[in-house]
């Protein structure tokens, strides 16, 4: 897909091995993250918690066929994400977007299921709002500021990971981050 820019394999294969995360800066054209986006604006929403009642968030589910679908469970990427962990994945993925506005965040948490997941910024305020995500507990183990395009796999069952919550700002004073999220499974 001549829209993405995808890295070296071997450097990913070496951070995922080393830390358990990678980003992947400008993955996509901010322009095409943008055009990702809008097709997300037609699909369904529903709020989400994960563990704290009064701490929720946005949730769509991709589709099979969708443009988002097609990209994330596409040969290219999943031959990259094979590459990147040394794993063979099963042919099913789970995808779906998370939305968050003014003061939302994800707590600190380890996904239930699946081996690897690919995270791409489809929409995001600059740090000063907010929306960073941290690695480990309070973010020990890193930190990661993506913006539109950007690109981040990781072993969301093995990290404890979260985002920071979205703060208005005068120069922004509606944030928004969507993130894409593609979860890969062992062929068990
Ligand atoms: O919104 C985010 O960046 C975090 C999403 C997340 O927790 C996940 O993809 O497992
Ligand atoms: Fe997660």
């Known amino acids: 897909m001549a829209e993405l820019a995808l890295p070296a394999v071997e450097q990913v294969r070496e951070q995922m091995a080393s830390t358990g995360f990678a980003v992947m800066r400008a993955l996509l ?3 095409y993250a943008r055009v990702l986006q809008l ?3 037609v699909l369904p929403e529903r709020q989400v918690t994960c563990g704290i009642p009064n701490v ?3 949730e769509q589910d991709i589709r099979p066929g969708h443009l988002l679908d097609r990209l ?6 999943r031959q990259f994400v094979f590459g990147a962990v040394s794993q063979p994945l099963a042919e099913r993925t789970q995808c779906w977007t998370s939305r968050y506005v003014a003061s939302q965040y994800i707590n600190e948490h380890r996904d239930v299921t699946g081996l690897v997941q690919l995270l791409i910024c489809l929409q ?6 907010g929306g960073t995500l941290r690695f480990g507990k309070d973010g020990e183990l890193g930190q990661a500021h993506l913006q539109p395009g ?3 796999l990781f072993y ?3 990290t404890i990971h979260s985002t920071s919550p979205l703060v208005e700002t005068d120069v922004c004073p509606q944030p928004e981050r969507l993130v894409a999220v593609a979860r890969y499974f062992d062929p068990m």
């Open 150 to 152: 950007d690109g981040l």
């Open 72 to 77: 994330l469970t596409g040969k290219l990427i």
């Open 156 to 158: 969301a069952a093995r």
């Open 56 to 58: 929720t968030w946005a």
């Open 39 to 41: 097709s997300t604006c």
């Open 124 to 129: 995001a305020p600059g740090a000063e709002c």
């Open 29 to 31: 054209h901010p322009s």
